[in-house]
């Protein structure tokens, strides 16, 4: 199970910033380069080396103007994956296929081994997302970049009225189906990306981002990393209440049902399928918080 | 169509456009006392500076399309638009007007209106179909599908198919032309208030600019898509 | 589209447990579903097939047309236990692909011709409860001629745990799988079945007020078939609920006398008391008076049954 919930975004430029990634708590960290020129090559490494300190994985987000340079630049042992701004096809998605598969094979990295994460900004990637995602099977996040989305259609965001609610639902639907997660911050947060929400508030928009589907969240500030964190992480509560749900299903087996009443709810096979899953999730999220810690108390 | 007196009065609303309309607001027995007369008003009403547009019917496009590509024409609506194959013929019949009567060749600008399921089903090859696709709208799917409020005052189904129809005309780089209507609201009986509203709704998630069927609906109009600027009336 | 069937309430009945299905026809259900999929235990899949059907009759003597709920995984076996004279519809469940429900249409084709069933007439529930499912709607709902009535679930247990969202929140989770369903429906011209959002935070299945608001909104957007529920508190609410009220019915009248007004002349609407009428709302008004005469034929056949079953007993 991937457990990619907060992957925070860090401009090349900041060299503070970027020396101080790590300490956040973040599961990714992803050094962007969009909007600027590619830095040379032992930047990027120490770049890369300083935010992996903490345990996080590392992405570089690529300028797509300069996709050969940038993943020149950036693809290394130790790097994770990309993100790939601007997709709007399959072809934009194989450009970046057979470069990074070339440098792989020329700087002894694992064949395959780097991870895409594809973000989509125009209608026309929205409406084209199930060839994107079958382009290449390294895509393991999606998500709508919401801000840039919104300027292509002439759209000045109205907190009141969220434009992105069939572009999102497409895209939960589309990634689901390919087995791709899909990511992304409720509206209108997604679209203002404030830099003083409270963390309740941070908290609050991602649980709502997690019940339409996604499964974690671009960062733009080092701020909501640990909201999303907990957003995305099955409260103690949930997962007490899902081990009930389980006793209880056990128990109707045991009795000839499948279909069990607990607390005025329904309990049948997808329900405890699906508790299941939030317990293997709440395990997986404590295995990783324990790798991280580990990691921060390594690095002092 | 079938009201001279609306043509005038029409004119002077202030709209950026202003549709002729054959399908909607004309009954049967006056549709060739209709198609006489759009020669002469689109005299009249593109004198008044601004876009004249024709609403046609897909099933009679041959009379209509005959009785509307006069000079002062800027396109025409096509309503209830289904299949990519209609547009394509509309557009080839308009290139063979176009040569016979004098207008410069591919300038009548097509707007298919998606009214029905079908029509939207195929939204995004009904956009592509033709260079000629200017923009694309929902019209009155809302009545021809028969899609009724829901408790929050949404109208059944209209979120889905307005969010979906912005994404299509975006991919297929056509202008997407709606209002965001609620419940109590219909199209003939909104206040300007709620129409401004609508119109300020349907701004916020992408629409440029709207079809109304009242005068008094083209001020709101114009004022929430100020600075898109697009608004028709019907005549 | 084909004869209209009054298909307003339901409710899925494990077959394993006797005394819901013995009971299942008492409830005033428009159709019941003999579930052979998610409330029946691994272990009795094999029993469960074999009381599916003495359990056709059983459940439909009361009027409700018998509908039965495969498993996805088992579409053979199942198939060839449930296919008996009485059963109207297969619900299955998690339909992902068009090749699918292809291959169950050969199979209750091929059944039907040796049971001495009328070909053509089971019909076929293409449940879409997985995101796989949602991206081949289209190609799902047209795969055969057995399918006349599709939609999305709302709030599905299924699609929720596969997009891996929690259920019973205060926002609509699933607007765009509920359209694509319906766009579908809607363009092959198919019975739409889906249903406005209305929030569901507790997560009871047995609330008759819910039950009765929930059906009522659908009736009032347009909407004509019920989805069913899992227990008989529910019933009563969506019959009634997705039945015409008797100022519905008043009000089309008035609707078709006003419009008649129109006739012979230039003008396509008229404004009555600030509202529009036209030929919308006459086409409107024509449908509900169609549909409130349906429910009430059907209200009538189902009382007729049950009292021929009560006679049936008494005698005894």
């Not at chain 1, 909007?35 to 992996?52: F, T, Y």
């Not at chain 2, 000079?71 to 289904?82: D, M, N, Q």
């Not at chain 3, 002349?265 to 030929?279: A, M």
């Given at each position: 199970m991937l457990i990619r919930r907060s992957n925070l975004l860090v401009p090349i430029g900041d060299a503070d910033a970027i020396n101080n990634a790590w300490r956040h708590g973040a599961d990714a960290i992803a050094l962007d380069l969009e909007g600027s020129s590619p830095c040379a090559q032992p930047r990027m490494k120490a770049a890369i080396a300083a935010a992996a300190r903490g345990a996080a994985e590392v992405f570089v987000r690529i300028d797509k103007a300069n996709l050969k340079a940038g993943l020149d630049a950036s693809v290394w042992p130790g790097l994770a994956g990309i993100v790939?701004?601007?997709?709007?096809?399959?072809?934009?998605?194989?450009?970046?296929?057979?470069?990074?598969?070339?440098?792989?094979?020329?700087?002894?990295?694992?064949?395959?081994?780097?991870?895409?994460?594809?973000?989509?900004?125009?209608?026309?990637?929205?409406?084209?997302?199930?060839?994107?995602?079958?382009?290449?099977?390294?895509?393991?996040?999606?998500?709508?970049?919401?801000?840039?989305?919104?300027?292509?259609?002439?759209?000045?965001?109205?907190?009141?009225?969220?434009?992105?609610?069939?572009?999102?639902?497409?895209l939960a639907v589309e990634a689901t189906a390919a087995k791709v997660g899909a990511i992304g911050m409720a509206y209108p947060m997604s679209v203002l990306q404030p830099t003083d929400g409270s963390p309740a508030e941070i908290e609050k928009m991602a649980t709502r981002a997690r019940n339409s589907g996604m499964k974690g969240v671009l960062c733009p500030h080092p701020g909501w990393v640990a909201p999303v964190n907990a957003a995305f992480t099955p409260t103690p509560e949930l997962v007490h209440y899902n081990h009930r749900v389980r006793e209880a299903f056990a128990a109707g087996l045991e009795a000839g049902t499948a279909a069990v009443p607990l607390d005025g709810r329904m309990i049948d096979v997808p329900v405890?399928?699906?508790?299941?899953?939030?317990?293997?999730?709440?395990?997986?999220?404590?295995?990783?918080?324990?790798?991280k810690r580990e990691a921060l108390e390594r690095a002092g | 169509m079938s009201k001279p007196a609306e043509i005038d009065h029409a004119a002077k609303a202030g709209a950026d456009v202003i549709v002729l309309d054959l399908v909607e607001f004309v009954v049967d027995k006056d549709k060739p006392a209709a198609r006489e007369r759009v020669r002469n008003a689109l005299a009249t009403v593109s004198g008044a500076g601004g876009e004249v547009f024709a609403q046609i019917d897909p099933h009679a496009a041959g009379a209509d399309l005959a009785a509307c590509a006069w000079p002062g024409l800027s396109g025409i609506v096509v309503s209830r638009a289904e299949k990519p194959q209609q547009i394509t013929e509309i557009s080839a019949l308009l290139g063979r007007l176009e040569k016979e009567r004098g207008l410069a060749k591919g300038t009548v600008k097509i707007v298919p209106a998606l009214e029905t399921a079908q029509g939207n089903h195929e939204a995004y090859e009904i956009a592509r179909a033709s260079e000629r696709v200017w923009g694309v709208t929902l019209g009155r799917a809302d009545l021809v599908m028969d899609l009724r409020p829901e408790p929050s005052d949404e109208i059944h189904l209209m979120p889905y198919l307005m969010q979906r129809l912005i994404i299509v005309a975006g991919a297929a780089g056509v202008t997407p032309i709606g209002a965001w209507w609620r419940a109590p609201d219909r199209g003939l009986l909104a206040t300007p208030e709620n129409t401004f509203e609508a119109a300020r709704r349907g701004r916020a998630i992408g629409f440029q600019g709207t079809m109304c069927v009242k005068r008094s609906q083209v001020e709101p109009l114009n004022r929430a898509y100020a600075s898109t600027a697009r608004t028709a009336s019907h005549g | 589209m084909a004869e209209r069937k009054v298909r307003r309430s339901g409710l899925?009945?494990?077959?394993?447990?006797?005394?819901?299905?013995?009971?299942?026809?008492?409830?005033?259900?428009?159709?019941?579903?003999?579930?052979?999929?998610?409330?029946?235990?691994?272990?009795?899949?094999?029993?469960?097939?074999?009381?599916?059907?003495?359990?056709?009759?059983?459940?439909?003597?009361?009027?409700?047309?018998?509908?039965?709920?495969?498993?996805?995984?088992?579409?053979?076996?199942?198939?060839?236990?449930?296919?008996?004279?009485?059963?109207?519809?297969?619900?299955?469940?998690?339909?992902?692909?068009?090749?699918?429900?292809?291959?169950?249409?050969?199979?209750?084709?091929?059944?039907?011709?040796?049971?001495?069933?009328?070909?053509?007439?089971?019909?076929?529930?293409?449940?879409?409860?997985?995101?796989?499912?949602?991206?081949?709607?289209?190609?799902?709902?047209?795969?055969?001629?057995r399918v006349r009535e599709f939609g999305a679930t709302t709030g599905g247990y299924d699609l929720s745990r596969d997009l891996g969202v929690e259920m019973f929140v205060d926002f609509d989770q699933f607007v765009y799988p509920r359209g694509e369903a319906e766009l579908a429906a809607r363009t092959l011209g198919l019975g739409v079945r889906t249903a406005p959002f209305v929030a569901n935070t507790t997560g009871s299945v047995s609330d008759p007020n819910r039950a009765l608001r929930q059906a009522e909104a659908a009736r009032r957007c347009?909407?004509?078939?019920?989805?069913?529920?899992?227990?008989?508190?529910?019933?009563?609410?969506?019959?009634?609920?997705?039945?015409?009220?008797?100022?519905?019915?008043?009000d089309a009248k008035s609707v078709l006398e006003e419009y008649a007004m129109l006739e012979g002349t230039s003008e396509t609407w008229i404004e009555i008391e600030g509202r529009v009428i036209d030929r919308y709302e006459a086409e409107r008004a024509r449908e509900l008076l169609d549909w409130a005469a349906l429910c009430a034929a059907r209200n009538k056949e189902k009382e007729e049954a049950v009292a021929r079953v009560q006679q049936g007993t008494e005698k005894k």
């Amino acid at each position: 199970m991937l457990i990619r919930r907060s992957n925070l975004l860090v401009p090349i430029g900041d060299a503070d910033a970027i020396n101080n990634a790590w300490r956040h708590g973040a599961d990714a960290i992803a050094l962007d380069l969009e909007g600027s020129s590619p830095c040379a090559q032992p930047r990027m490494k120490a770049a890369i080396a300083a935010a992996a300190r903490g345990a996080a994985e590392v992405f570089v987000r690529i300028d797509k103007a300069n996709l050969k340079a940038g993943l020149d630049a950036s693809v290394w042992p130790g790097l994770a994956g990309i993100v790939l701004p601007q997709v709007e096809s399959a072809s934009d998605v194989a450009d970046a296929e057979a470069i990074t598969g070339a440098l792989e094979r020329e700087r002894g990295i694992e064949p395959g081994s780097l991870t895409f994460i594809v973000l989509l900004e125009s209608a026309r990637a929205v409406w084209n997302i199930r060839e994107i995602l079958a382009a290449s099977p390294r895509i393991s996040q999606a998500g709508l970049d919401e801000p840039d989305l919104a300027a292509s259609l002439g759209i000045e965001p109205d907190p009141e009225y969220d434009p992105f609610v069939y572009a999102r639902g497409r895209l939960a639907v589309e990634a689901t189906a390919a087995k791709v997660g899909a990511i992304g911050m409720a509206y209108p947060m997604s679209v203002l990306q404030p830099t003083d929400g409270s963390p309740a508030e941070i908290e609050k928009m991602a649980t709502r981002a997690r019940n339409s589907g996604m499964k974690g969240v671009l960062c733009p500030h080092p701020g909501w990393v640990a909201p999303v964190n907990a957003a995305f992480t099955p409260t103690p509560e949930l997962v007490h209440y899902n081990h009930r749900v389980r006793e209880a299903f056990a128990a109707g087996l045991e009795a000839g049902t499948a279909a069990v009443p607990l607390d005025g709810r329904m309990i049948d096979v997808p329900v405890d399928e699906w508790a299941i899953v939030v317990i293997a999730t709440a395990e997986a999220c404590a295995a990783r918080d324990a790798q991280k810690r580990e990691a921060l108390e390594r690095a002092g | 169509m079938s009201k001279p007196a609306e043509i005038d009065h029409a004119a002077k609303a202030g709209a950026d456009v202003i549709v002729l309309d054959l399908v909607e607001f004309v009954v049967d027995k006056d549709k060739p006392a209709a198609r006489e007369r759009v020669r002469n008003a689109l005299a009249t009403v593109s004198g008044a500076g601004g876009e004249v547009f024709a609403q046609i019917d897909p099933h009679a496009a041959g009379a209509d399309l005959a009785a509307c590509a006069w000079p002062g024409l800027s396109g025409i609506v096509v309503s209830r638009a289904e299949k990519p194959q209609q547009i394509t013929e509309i557009s080839a019949l308009l290139g063979r007007l176009e040569k016979e009567r004098g207008l410069a060749k591919g300038t009548v600008k097509i707007v298919p209106a998606l009214e029905t399921a079908q029509g939207n089903h195929e939204a995004y090859e009904i956009a592509r179909a033709s260079e000629r696709v200017w923009g694309v709208t929902l019209g009155r799917a809302d009545l021809v599908m028969d899609l009724r409020p829901e408790p929050s005052d949404e109208i059944h189904l209209m979120p889905y198919l307005m969010q979906r129809l912005i994404i299509v005309a975006g991919a297929a780089g056509v202008t997407p032309i709606g209002a965001w209507w609620r419940a109590p609201d219909r199209g003939l009986l909104a206040t300007p208030e709620n129409t401004f509203e609508a119109a300020r709704r349907g701004r916020a998630i992408g629409f440029q600019g709207t079809m109304c069927v009242k005068r008094s609906q083209v001020e709101p109009l114009n004022r929430a898509y100020a600075s898109t600027a697009r608004t028709a009336s019907h005549g | 589209m084909a004869e209209r069937k009054v298909r307003r309430s339901g409710l899925t009945m494990p077959v394993v447990t006797p005394r819901f299905v013995d009971n299942a026809w008492r409830r005033g259900c428009d159709f019941v579903v003999i579930d052979l999929e998610d409330s029946v235990p691994q272990h009795l899949k094999a029993h469960a097939r074999s009381l599916v059907k003495d359990a056709i009759p059983n459940v439909s003597k009361g009027g409700a047309e018998a509908f039965t709920r495969i498993n996805h995984d088992h579409m053979v076996e199942d198939t060839e236990a449930v296919v008996w004279p009485g059963l109207k519809r297969i619900k299955y469940p998690k339909t992902e692909h068009a090749s699918e429900v292809r291959q169950l249409d050969e199979i209750i084709t091929r059944l039907e011709k040796e049971r001495g069933i009328e070909p053509g007439t089971i019909e076929i529930d293409a449940s879409i409860e997985t995101a796989v499912g949602v991206a081949n709607v289209l190609a799902i709902a047209r795969a055969s001629p057995r399918v006349r009535e599709f939609g999305a679930t709302t709030g599905g247990y299924d699609l929720s745990r596969d997009l891996g969202v929690e259920m019973f929140v205060d926002f609509d989770q699933f607007v765009y799988p509920r359209g694509e369903a319906e766009l579908a429906a809607r363009t092959l011209g198919l019975g739409v079945r889906t249903a406005p959002f209305v929030a569901n935070t507790t997560g009871s299945v047995s609330d008759p007020n819910r039950a009765l608001r929930q059906a009522e909104a659908a009736r009032r957007c347009g909407l004509r078939l019920g989805g069913g529920g899992l227990n008989p508190a529910v019933v009563d609410g969506h019959n009634v609920g997705l039945t015409p009220t008797g100022d519905d019915v008043h009000d089309a009248k008035s609707v078709l006398e006003e419009y008649a007004m129109l006739e012979g002349t230039s003008e396509t609407w008229i404004e009555i008391e600030g509202r529009v009428i036209d030929r919308y709302e006459a086409e409107r008004a024509r449908e509900l008076l169609d549909w409130a005469a349906l429910c009430a034929a059907r209200n009538k056949e189902k009382e007729e049954a049950v009292a021929r079953v009560q006679q049936g007993t008494e005698k005894k």
